[in-house]
């Protein structure tokens, strides 16, 4: 099993900065991929951006060059940048990780930390 506790959030203004991180724990063997998805209220759960194999990125088109995904091998953590963040942005963000038990792929979810971008 793998926990996954995820911190940071909250509200801000148009414009501000978050920093959401999540830290993974317990049975990790071979991690795939680690990243940030979000849900948006009647809206399906979106990826915001992902590390793949440790060092490929992934950005949905709405993030990208204002968010920046980084990944600390060692603590098994990863961390989302929310620059320039606009009201669309609001939605309860949720951690994810891929990594392998054996040879399947097995994916762990956060609990989700809500983001809120309001005047």
């Known amino acids: 099993q793998v926990q996954l506790v995820e911190s940071g959030g909250g509200l801000t203004q148009p414009g501000g900065s978050l920093r959401l991180s999540c830290a993974a724990s317990?049975?990790?063997?071979?991690?795939?991929?680690m990243g940030w998805y979000r849900q948006a209220p009647g809206e399906e759960r979106e990826l915001v951006a992902v590390?793949?194999?440790?060092?490929?990125?992934k950005y949905a088109d709405s993030v990208k060059g204002r968010f920046t995904i980084s990944k600390d091998n060692a603590e098994n953590t990863v961390n989302l940048q929310m620059n320039s963040l606009k009201p669309e942005d609001t939605a309860v963000y949720y951690c994810?990780?891929?990594?392998?038990?054996?040879?399947?792929?097995?994916?762990?979810w956060g609990q989700g930390t809500q983001v809120t971008v309001s005047s």
């Open positions: 590390i793949i194999s440790g060092w490929i990125t």
């Open positions: 994810n990780i891929k990594t392998y038990e054996g040879t399947r792929l097995v994916e762990y």
């Open positions: 317990g049975s990790i063997f071979s991690v795939n991929a």
